[in-house]
């Protein structure tokens, strides 16, 4: 069965970094394209970033777009999410969820990681 | 950028009745629309792609309809595990852009 596990969150002080890591297993996952999606404290869900099956593209919401990067590791089953320059209104639980091939939507998600951006 | 907005943002009904719940795209989605059901502490599950097609495992009480930029998630005779948090979705494969609605909670009357 699928699985995505998200590892890294924690607490971090304003215009720090954290990077944040997703293990996939139970499909083939250099086949699929990835994203990472986030939901503040008692909030709805944003899309944060997308990567390419083979890594060969990548998108960003405006709102992390110069300091978020994705990336993936096809030989260990990972995508990552380097987030530098946090700030407050990146609190959120971060989910890692695996595209659903032919459309533009989301099948599988992890249980998500929580980032806290706090001074 | 597409702007999804969800109608009504609480909807209060008891187990058995019908539920009807709406998002309305700000410009023409096609029908690349899905549906996706959140509990409390749990993370989303997709229910409903391509605006009218279930999810694997989803049960058949629930469909989606719409194109364009109005859409419908009905949930024919509710069960008390379907009160939660539903958020409608669009997305655009190329470029890669993707929004979600506000979300509707469907709470026990």
């Known amino acids: 069965q699928v699985q995505l596990v998200e590892s890294g969150g924690g607490v971090v002080q304003p215009g720090g970094s954290l990077r944040l890591s997703c293990a996939a297993s139970g499909f083939t996952f250099n086949s699929y394209d990835m994203h990472w999606v986030r939901q503040g404290p008692g909030k709805g869900l944003e899309w944060v970033a997308f990567i390419r099956f083979d890594g060969s593209h990548k998108s960003y919401a405006d709102s992390v777009k110069g300091r978020f990067t994705i990336s993936r590791d096809n030989s260990k089953n990972t995508v990552y999410l380097q987030m530098n320059s946090l700030r407050a209104e990146d609190t959120a639980l971060y989910y890692c969820?695996?595209?659903?091939?032919?459309?533009?939507?989301?099948?599988?998600w992890g249980q998500g990681t929580l980032v806290t951006v706090s001074s | 950028e597409i702007v999804l907005t969800q109608s009504p943002a609480t909807l209060s009904l008891s187990p058995g009745e019908r539920a009807t719940l709406s998002c309305r795209a700000s410009q023409s989605v096609s029908s690349h629309l899905a549906w996706y059901q959140q509990k409390p502490g749990q993370a989303p599950r997709l229910l409903i792609y391509d605006a009218s097609n279930r999810a694997t495992g989803i049960p058949a009480r629930f469909s989606g309809s719409g194109s364009g930029t109005d859409f419908t998630l009905t949930i024919s005779s509710l069960e008390p595990e379907d009160f939660a948090v539903y958020y409608c979705?669009?997305?655009?494969?190329?470029?890669?852009?993707?929004?979600f609605g506000q979300g509707t909670k469907l709470e026990i009357k």
């Open positions: 969820a695996k595209d659903r091939p032919g459309s533009s939507h989301f099948d599988y």
């Open positions: 979705q669009q997305g655009s494969n190329w470029p890669p852009e993707y929004t």
